[in-house]
């Protein structure tokens, strides 16, 4: 092609039009051409160029500077010419390297292609399975959606007798450990007004109040008659009803009974209406083998926290009744199908967003990327791990 531009027979014009020069300064190591297209295959001119035609491999262009400088740049060793280099022609076997490098490179896109096709194939297949299943959830949500509503309904009127009747147990339970406890202050205010009545005449005098110093108000460690008839509501004697009903609530927590019997107070006798005593009172059968000190113990305990003893008996809830809880059994089965239905109900809904999601990702034109949807690669170095997961969110 270049013979077009240099016929011998015809003056030559520089590549760009500027001049048209006799042929015979062509490549006369002089350059007339601003373009430097005079002299290909000298090293005139420094913006010339020359053709390595490298017969069997590709061919060239060169800067002209490097023509006849001694190092072959052309296989083929054409730009040598006439500077005594000695230059082997390597353009075959580096044509031969050249074409075995293309023909892998074209196997490896085949093999690619292949493959591309493949994972095509399968991402449609995919696509198309993934949506078949994603209607098919999207019908079963609704019917779940259904059993869920209708569980819900059952479970709230199952739940309705079933508190109710929680209820009553409760407030039942709740109302005897009141009655319970009336009971044994009004028997604990009836045995400390009976100790305290010393001459037994039904009436609760101020004088008699007096030996009972645990009584007193003003902290001086003493009861004056002053103090006691403050305790007596301002008079002199109170009757048994006045003072069970109006002392006793004012003094029940500092009052002591004087009784050093070794024997608990009297509050055993009431065993069979108050359970709870015996069981404050420990497991010890043998009261004789307990020694004064114990009893001491459980007298000042009595009076201290009998109260609290009262209602120890039932600090926890009795079992409910036959009724009662064949009502729990029912509105717990119901409580327990709903809940699997609202379970069974989530993993769908959670299932048919994970299918959304992926349906809705980017795994190119066809998606032939869907196969590394979800995979994970990791590089272990001497310090760290580092973990690639590809197309995740």
């Keep these: 092609a270049d013979r077009v531009f240099y016929d011998e027979t015809k003056p030559f014009t ?21 373009d430097g297209s005079d002299e ?6 420094s913006n ?3 053709h390595c035609t490298n017969a069997g491999y590709r061919p060239i262009y060169i800067p002209s500077s490097r023509v006849n400088d001694g190092i072959c740049d052309c296989c083929d060793t054409t730009d040598e010419y006439n500077s005594g280099a000695h230059c082997q022609n390597t353009c075959r076997e580096m044509g031969r390297k050249e074409r075995e490098e293309l023909q892998k490179k074209a196997e490896m896109a085949r093999e690619g292609m292949l493959l591309k096709q493949k994972y095509i194939e399968e991402s449609q297949k995919g696509r198309e399975e993934k949506q078949a299943r994603l209607q098919e959830l999207v019908e079963k949500r609704q019917s779940a959606q259904s059993e869920v509503d209708s569980l819900r309904a059952k479970k709230e009127e199952a739940e309705k007798p079933e508190k109710e009747a929680k209820d009553v147990h409760k407030k039942e339970w709740e109302d005897r ?12 205010s009836l045995e400390a007004f009976t100790e305290m009545d010393e001459d037994s005449d039904g009436i609760l005098s101020a004088q008699e109040l007096l030996s009972h110093s645990e009584l007193d108000s003003n902290g001086d460690g003493s009861l004056s008659d002053q103090e006691a008839q403050e305790l007596l509501l301002g008079s002199q004697s109170v009757d048994v009803s006045t003072f069970q009903d109006s002392v006793w609530p004012q003094i029940k927590e500092k009052y002591k009974s004087k009784s050093e019997a070794p024997s608990p107070p009297p509050i055993e006798e009431g065993t069979e209406s108050h359970p709870e005593i ?4 420990g497991d010890d059968d043998d ?12 007298l000042d305990e009595d ?7 009262s209602q120890g008996e039932e600090s926890e809830m009795p079992p409910y009744d036959d009724t009662t809880q064949k009502l729990i059994d029912a509105a717990e089965a119901v409580r327990n199908d709903y809940e699997s239905a609202s379970k069974s109900l989530k993993e769908i809904e959670d299932t048919i967003r994970n299918l959304e999601k992926e349906i809705s990702l980017d795994f190119g034109p066809q998606g032939e990327f869907s196969y590394l949807y979800g995979q994970c690669y990791e590089l272990s170095t001497s310090e760290y791990i580092y973990r690639l997961c590809h197309l995740t969110v």
Aim: net charge negative; proline share 6%; with cysteine.
């Design 14 to 34: 520089c590549l760009d039009g500027s001049k048209v020069i006799p042929f015979d300064q062509v490549n006369d190591d002089y350059c007339d051409c601003k």
């Design 177 to 188: 450990r009141e009655a319970e406890k009336a009971a044994f202050e009004k028997k604990r």
């Design 40 to 45: 290909p295959g000298t090293s005139a001119c």
């Design 278 to 281: 015996p069981h404050e009172d």
């Design 48 to 50: 010339g160029n020359f």
């Design 303 to 309: 009076h201290s926290t009998a109260p609290g003893k």
């Design 287 to 298: 009261g004789e083998d307990g020694g004064d000190d114990e009893d001491d113990d459980d």
